[in-house]
């Protein structure tokens, strides 16, 4: 199965500043991935898929690239309310997700 | 839509751990349905899913304890994953997707403490 390092585990950051995170598969996926906001007692939000792909309504300071085994997830002007795990999730092939990234304030 | 998970949150040791996933405000038809969960202190880990016509599809780590239905009448999703052990101790959910891609819409999970 592919499996999907994540990293940092979590960060410190001011407002304002671009948070960059980084997701590794294991073995290619091609652009199979998506990127998922989740908040304390709501559900994950889809932010990005197909690697690049801005889901409808998502603030454009989010963006996603990558393709194959190396995929990044930006969060350019970081607001208040970006503050939350961040996790990616691969489905070219079954589907494996990422440990999360922690956004946190410094 | 909203998805709500329910069931025991004490399973026994080799026992069977049995969930329902509840659908509102929409229907089974024309979706997949997925179960997930997520071991403290660990990311999630895909469990299954089925289509509305039936068809499932299993973790393969998973696939020999697992079986995932439909209740079509009752508008539920059924779990079920036997011979548990402690390393079964999760959180619980259940999710929709249109495509085999990206989840749309999730259930807000439930715990499930695999103990004596």
């Known amino acids: 199965d592919i499996q999907m390092t994540q990293s940092p585990s979590s960060l410190s950051a001011s407002i304002g500043e671009r948070v960059t995170i980084t997701c590794r598969a294991s073995h290619g996926i091609s652009s199979w991935l998506a990127w998922y906001q989740w908040k304390p007692g709501k559900p994950p939000k889809l932010l990005i898929y197909k690697s690049s792909i801005l889901e409808s309504g998502v603030p454009s300071r989010f963006s996603g690239s990558g393709s194959g085994t190396e995929f990044t997830l930006t969060i350019d002007n970081l607001q208040p309310d970006d503050l939350a795990t961040y996790f990616c999730h691969q489905y070219n092939d079954y589907w494996t997700f990422g440990q999360g990234t922690k956004v946190e304030l410094k | 839509v909203q998805l709500q998970e329910s069931g025991p949150g004490l399973v026994k040791p080799s026992e069977t751990l049995s969930l329902t996933c509840t659908v509102s405000g929409g229907s089974l038809n024309d979706y997949y349905w997925s179960w997930l969960r997520q071991p403290p202190g660990q990311g999630l880990e895909w469990i299954g899913h089925i289509f509305s016509t039936g068809n499932t599809k299993y973790n393969p780590s998973l696939k020999d304890r697992v079986t995932i239905s439909l209740d079509t009448s009752g508008n539920q999703i059924s779990l079920k994953l036997t011979s548990v052990t402690a390393a079964d101790t999760a959180i619980y959910s259940c999710?929709?997707?249109?495509?085999?891609?990206?989840?749309?819409?999730w259930g807000q999970g439930t715990l499930v403490t695999v103990s004596s």
């Open positions: 999710a929709r997707h249109p495509t085999l891609r990206t989840i749309d819409s």
